[in-house]
């Protein structure tokens, strides 16, 4: 019996809800690999099928969320790739994603580009994934089902570059409100890079920050968020110059 793998790095969770939406249509049992929280080893089967997204960061995939999936092996695992974006670009991410799980031993039946709010600039995408999203995204799925049960190989070109464009570290500033902190410790327990002091929480180490947005969006009082003139300075121009919809592109 084959059972559908779903695994994501999503810091502000949209990435997660795609990856959701994909595997609702297989209906069958599934396993949940979130590598926020799953930093370890694992090895699938052949009867696995893997349901992979990453989001798309300066045209790359994250770091440390490349860094985990590479612990990922299959044996010749069928898996769909998606590269979860912001309305801005997509560079070389999704072609990283698709060359990362061949090499480790998938068999990468399928791929996608899926459009998301912009988890930095809150103006962009606003409500995306939205209901024509998920539209495609479950006609995507269907196509993919249809694939795997006759067999057939991925045969569209991924779009990218082999060479990869460097990865680029954002100047923006992650703050912290100390009055309304409730020194829970849910940002030090999540952040990937260890960025977080766990004496401290309302501090954060900018030169280990990714700018990933995972302490933002679990703070339950709302108190880290970016800050500072670079920040404030880009946003308004950035959001303008990609108000225009993209739409999910998809690669079977
Ligand atoms: C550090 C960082 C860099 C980003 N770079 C890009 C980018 O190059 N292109 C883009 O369209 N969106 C970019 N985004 C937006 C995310 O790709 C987008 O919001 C995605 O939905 C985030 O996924 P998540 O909700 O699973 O965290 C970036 C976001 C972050 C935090
Ligand atoms: S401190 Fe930086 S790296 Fe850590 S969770 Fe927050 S945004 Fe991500
Ligand atoms: S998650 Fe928010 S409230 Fe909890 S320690 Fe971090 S900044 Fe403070």
Redesign the pocket.
């Known amino acids: 019996m084959s059972k559908i793998m779903k695994i994501f790095f ?7 809800q795609v990856v959701e939406q994909v595997a609702s249509n297989f209906k069958k049992e599934s396993e949940t690999y979130d590598l926020l929280n799953f930093n370890s080893k694992k090895e699938f089967s052949k009867e696995d099928i893997a349901i992979v997204g990453m ?5 790359r995939l994250p770091k440390s969320g490349r860094d985990r999936l590479a612990k990922f092996k299959g044996n010749d695992t069928k898996a769909i790739a998606i590269a ?6 997509v560079k070389d991410a999704l072609l990283e994603l698709v060359e990362l799980l061949k090499e480790n031993g998938f068999d990468v039946i399928a791929a996608a580009t899926t459009v ?5 600039f809150d103006g962009v995408a606003v409500g995306r994934p939205d209901s024509e999203d998920i539209k495609k995204i479950n006609e995507f799925a269907e196509k993919c089902i249809e694939k795997i049960e006759s067999g057939e190989s991925l045969t569209s070109e991924i779009p990218g570059n082999s060479q990869y464009i460097p990865y680029k570290q ?1 100047p923006f500033i992650i703050s912290c409100d100390d009055a309304i902190c409730s020194f829970c410790y849910d940002c030090v327990s999540i952040c990937p890079e260890q960025a977080i002091p766990d004496d401290d929480p309302v501090n954060t180490d900018l030169d280990l920050c ?4 995972a302490c933002i969006n679990i703070c339950p009082e709302d108190a880290r968020k970016f800050s500072g003139e670079a920040f404030e300075t880009k946003k308004p121009a950035f959001e303008q110059a990609n108000s225009e919809r993209r739409e999910p592109e998809f690669y079977l």
């Open positions: 999503s810091p502000s969770q949209t990435t997660k989001p798309i960061f300066a045209g979860n974006y912001g309305n801005a670009q998301s709010h912009h988890s930095i954002l990714s700018r990933c947005t």
